[in-house]
Structure formats: structure tokens, C-alpha cells
């Protein structure tokens, strides 16, 4: 089941290493596409063989900053989802999850604590953004904490959702949770305190 702490969908390079513990993250022999030099990040699409080390990810920072996500969750979006690897290790991973014809969300960006501060949440990020372009998306939405992390690739802030009233009401057919956070649907509220909204136009 999804907890109800107050979370964001994105953790970049910002948060402290010491708020959460550093479980192993497995590693595996590189793809046919790891090219790089020793110790340089490959950020490509996940496989499914990737989503035990998604979860582990997921699980340092899940009923403090992420929600929790079961296996069965991850499994089901694994298409959304890109990967950060270094040596074949996977340390860090985000998610774009398309709401409309022309609107998209950052979800569940993490980078594992012994990889913060070697510039993995950009280029996750960066990869985000590139890939809603190719989707011809034209906004791109995230519920965070790390406003300043978003900003610096040029979200802002926004008040309110940001669709048609007629987009709204087939919105609320949707069953997905993150769905209903971005509507601020009053049942989701407890899972998005603290957070900010930000809004980036393609």
C-alpha cells in the first residue's frame, strides 16, 4: 500500500546524506551502451532487471521524502522510467509520467546517498526534459521540496492546477494517485504537505 507521509517526487543532489541509511545497490555487468570511462555516469531507459535497485533507491528516502512504492508499482511504470549507472551500478533514477496531450510530470527522481554530489539528479533530470520534448510535450510538472534544484533547469513556482476546467474533469477519471496529487485532490492533500508546485514550459 502507498503511505500517506508528506513527500515530493524528486530528490536531486540537495538532500543530506545523513537523513536516511545507504543500503547496497546490486551491481551488473555494463550494457552493450556503457561506453563510458571508469567511474563515468550512463543515464539510459530501466529494464525490468533494474526495478529491485529502483525500489532499493526508492526505499532510502520513502515516508520522509518519497512515498513508498511496492514492487508491483514500479514494475507496472518501468517504461517511464530512466536510470543513472556508474560501473554497472544503478545510484540513481526519475520517472516521466504523461498527464495530457501536451502536459507531463517529473516523478521519483532519487540518487543513492554514496552518489550525491557528482551532478546525477541533473543529468537524470536533463534526460527528463529531452525525452518530454521528443514526446512533444510542452509543460512539464513536479511536486517537490528541492525548489532550488528544479529552478536551476528552469521550473518555477505555480499556484493552482494548471488545466482547463474540461481537463480537470476527465483528469479525475484517472485512478493514479500522482494524478490526483497534481489535481490537489482534498483526499491526497496529507501526502503533498510541504511540497511546492513548479511548472516548467518547454
Known amino acids: ?47 525490468t532487471s533494474d526495478v529491485p535497485d529502483i525500489k532499493t533507491l526508492v526505499d532510502v528516502y520513502a515516508g520522509k521524502i518519497l512515498l513508498e512504492k511496492n514492487l508491483v508499482t514500479l514494475y507496472e511504470a518501468v517504461q517511464e522510467f530512466w536510470v543513472a549507472e556508474v560501473d554497472g551500478r544503478v545510484v540513481g533514477c526519475g520517472a516521466l509520467h504523461v498527464l495530457w496531450a501536451d502536459l507531463g510530470e517529473v516523478r521519483t527522481v532519487a540518487v543513492h546517498p554514496s552518489a550525491k554530489g557528482k551532478g546525477l539528479g541533473r543529468l537524470i533530470v536533463d534526460k527528463l526534459i529531452t525525452t518530454a520534448r ?22 518555477a513556482e505555480i499556484d ?24 490537489d485532490l482534498s483526499y491526497v492533500k496529507p501526502n503533498t504537505l510541504g511540497n511546492t508546485r513548479m511548472l516548467l514550459t518547454l
Open 1 to 47: 500500500m502507498t503511505t500517506r507521509a508528506s513527500h515530493s517526487d524528486s530528490i536531486g543532489d540537495a538532500v543530506p546524506d545523513d537523513r536516511a541509511p545507504q543500503p547496497a545497490v546490486t551491481a551488473r555487468a555494463p550494457g552493450p551502451e556503457s561506453r563510458a570511462g571508469a567511474g563515468d555516469p550512463i543515464v539510459r531507459r530501466a529494464r
Open 134 to 155: 521528443e514526446l512533444e510535450l510542452r509543460r512539464l510538472f513536479v511536486l517537490t521540496f528541492e525548489v532550488d534544484f528544479f529552478e536551476r533547469h528552469g521550473f
Open 160 to 183: 493552482g492546477t494548471p488545466v482547463t476546467a474540461e481537463v480537470f474533469a476527465e483528469m479525475c477519471r484517472s485512478y493514479d494517485t500522482g494524478v490526483a496529487e497534481f489535481l
